[in-house]
């Protein structure tokens, strides 16, 4: 079993940034994909980023060349760096660890976090 927690999230205004952390427990992240998906209200969750075991990454239409994923295996930990923040942006953000799969589908990933909001506004 992998224990995923979120933090990091909160109030940032339009054009702001802001850095989420998932700090895994319980296996180390290192045999496992690492993404982040988003959930806005009344919408379906939506694949963010991923980052392999060999740390190439790929991301999501809506927040290519904005967000950066990354991890750390010493520190069980992945991080997702948002910059130019929008408006929409706006949602529920997860951690969750995949052993194999669809990258950007979320019914192919094995553990999940609990989410941290974030909120742009004004």
């Known amino acids: 079993q992998v224990q995923l927690v979120e933090s990091g999230g909160g109030l940032v205004q339009p054009g702001g940034s802001l850095r989420l952390s998932c700090r895994a427990s319980g296996r180390t992240i290192s045999n496992y994909a690492m993404g982040w998906f988003r959930q806005a209200p009344g919408k379906e969750r939506e694949f963010a980023a991923v980052v392999w075991r060999g740390s190439s990454t790929a991301y999501g239409d809506s927040v290519k060349g904005r967000f950066t994923i990354s991890r750390d295996n010493a520190q069980n930990t992945v991080y997702l760096q948002m910059n130019s923040l929008k408006p929409e942006d706006t949602a529920v953000y997860y951690c969750?660890?995949?052993?194999?799969?669809?990258?950007?589908?979320?019914?192919?990933?094995?553990?999940w976090g609990q989410g941290t909001q974030v909120t742009v506004s004004t």
């Open positions: 969750a660890a995949q052993s194999n799969g669809r990258w950007y589908s979320q019914h192919d990933y094995d553990y």
